[in-house]
T-cell receptor, first 113, second 114 residues
Framework: KNQVEQSPQSLIILEGKNCTLQCNYTVSPFSNLRWYKQDTGRGPVSLTI?????NTKSNGRYTATLDADTKQSSLHITASQLSDSASYICVVSASGGSYIPTFGRGTSLIVHP | DAGVTQSPTHLIKTRGQQVTLRCSPKSGHDTVSWYQQALGQGPQFIFQ???????QRGNFPDRFSGHQFPNYSSELNVNALLLGDSALYLC?????????????FGPGTRLLVL
């Protein structure tokens, strides 16, 4: 069964600090992995996408890494801002005929001033 | 350029009723996917529509059905509502079907079943 596990479930940090969120998956065969940011009451917004051959991808202060051998990914947020407070969701898609993506439960990040 | 829009924003129904949710995709997008997101959970894929046909379906019962119109907008219908159907229903559109296409999500419709 395809699964995506994220940790921690929630995280509280002070403004300006860095943090790293983790994602482990068992989706096979692997096509791509995305990180989404979901603000409260809004739909998710794509931050990064990585395929099998990519091991790092940046989007401003967000840097995602992928280790396809260990089936792990991380999302590093640098110099956090209050606006980074949101849920961060890891999504893994399988290759082949089936599109169906597998979503993690998300990590809830709160940035305090 | 309007992004993905959904209506209504909120809805309250009672058990056994039927509900229809609507989605207009981002301009230029012809593929629409629907997701159910329970409180504190990640979204769960319901189905995807392309060329007015259901192309992929997640693990949801037949009470969940949909439709895509020639203008690419879509509806999600849920019959015989259960308390467990209470959730945020998200619509996402993309340029084409497939795992590599970036999906753009709407703000969602929050459904409460009493």
């Amino acid at each position: 069964k395809n699964q995506v596990e994220q940790s921690p479930q929630s995280l509280i940090i002070l403004e300006g600090k860095n943090c790293t969120l983790q994602c482990n998956y068992t989706v096979s065969p692997f096509s791509n992995l995305r990180w989404y940011k979901q603000d409260t009451g809004r739909g998710p917004v794509s931050l990064t996408i990585m395929t099998f051959s990519e091991n790092t991808k940046s989007n401003g202060r967000y840097t995602a890494t992928l280790d396809a051998d260990t089936k792990q990914s991380s999302l590093h947020i640098t110099a956090s801002q209050l606006s980074d407070s949101a849920s961060y969701i890891c999504v893994v898609s399988a290759s082949g005929g089936s599109y169906i993506p597998t979503f993690g439960r998300g990590t809830s990040l709160i940035v305090h001033p | 350029d309007a992004g993905v829009t959904q209506s209504p924003t909120h809805l309250i129904k009672t058990r056994g009723q039927q509900v229809t949710l609507r989605c207009s995709p981002k301009s230029g997008h012809d593929t629409v996917s629907w997701y159910q997101q329970a409180l504190g959970q990640g979204p769960q894929f319901i189905f995807q529509y392309y060329e007015e046909e259901e192309r992929q379906r997640g693990n949801f019962p037949d009470r969940f059905s949909g439709h895509q119109f020639p203008n690419y907008s879509s509806e999600l219908n849920v019959n015989a509502l259960l308390l467990g159907d209470s959730a945020l229903y998200l619509c996402a559109s993309s340029l084409a079907p497939g795992a590599k296409e970036t999906q753009y999500f709407g703000p969602g419709t929050r459904l409460l079943v009493l």
